[in-house]
């Protein structure tokens, strides 16, 4: 069982949006704004695609964005691309004396109809 | 360009050690946090262990307290990861990975199997 509640699945067809759903505690996601998103291919590293809640690294797409909402986060990728399918893991700081200094979704696998 | 290049990883029996490494170039290592995180074959990604710069901080999952130790050599631009007393649920690609309270930069990975 993981920290952050994501779900196991989400499917959409080619210039449909998705939001993918992060949910956790006001000890992670809600008490903190150092939410990120990550895309990890299957053998791939994971790339950060989202961080600080709603920030976009140099080089993602403006198609991902990111929010939050008390103890949830959202990813929304709008314009779906092929390249898209993939799994999407929030993650979340946890603060200095939890179990974890860091606590991960349990992935969400992104269909691309 | 930033690299983080792991190494160390292999077969153990349960009840051993093997002490992972990373080795970073293209940032200036001792200004930055770093992190490990594992990623069991098919599951998802948990987050092991970190250092602060100096290595004066570290911080584990509790898993894996008291049996891993994260270390780092800023001379060397280097981190470490010494894994005693191994079972089997610590079978997983170990990643190092760039630490801002999130994760920018990713190494490739390095699998680590514990089995008889």
């Known amino acids: 069982q993981s920290a952050l509640t994501q779900p196991r699945s989400v499917s959409g067809s080619p210039g449909q949006s998705v939001t993918i759903s992060c949910t956790g505690t006001?000890?992670?996601?809600?008490?903190?704004?150092?939410v990120s998103w990550y895309q990890q291919h299957p053998g791939k590293a994971p790339k950060l695609m989202i961080y600080?809640?709603?920030k976009r690294p140099s080089g993602v797409p403006d198609r991902f964005s990111g929010s939050k909402s008390g103890n949830t986060a959202s990813l929304t990728i709008s314009g779906l691309q092929a390249e898209d399918e993939a799994d999407y893991y929030c993650?979340?700081?946890?603060?200095?004396?939890?179990?974890?200094?860091?606590?991960f979704g349990g992935g969400t696998k992104l269909t691309v109809l | 360009e930033v690299q983080l290049v792991e190494s160390g990883g292999g077969l153990v029996q349960p009840g051993g050690s093997l002490r992972l490494s990373c080795a970073a170039s293209?940032?200036?290592?001792?200004?930055?946090?770093m992190s490990w995180v594992r990623q069991a074959p098919g599951k998802g990604l948990e987050w092991v262990a970190n250092?602060?710069?100096?290595?004066?901080?570290?911080y584990y999952v509790d898993s894996v307290k008291g049996r891993f130790t994260i270390s780092r050599d800023n001379a060397k631009n280097s981190l470490y990861l010494q894994m005693n007393s191994l079972r089997a649920e610590d079978t997983a690609v170990y990643y190092c990975?760039?630490?801002?309270?999130?994760?920018?930069?990713w190494g490739q990975g390095t699998l680590v199997t514990v089995s008889s």
């Open positions: 293209g940032f200036t290592f001792s200004s930055y946090w």
């Open positions: 006001s000890s992670d996601v809600g008490g903190y704004n150092y």
């Open positions: 600080d809640v709603s």
């Open positions: 990975a760039r630490d801002l309270l999130q994760f920018d930069y």
């Open positions: 250092i602060k710069q100096d290595g004066s901080e570290k």
């Open positions: 993650c979340s700081y946890a603060g200095s004396y939890t179990f974890a200094h860091v606590v």
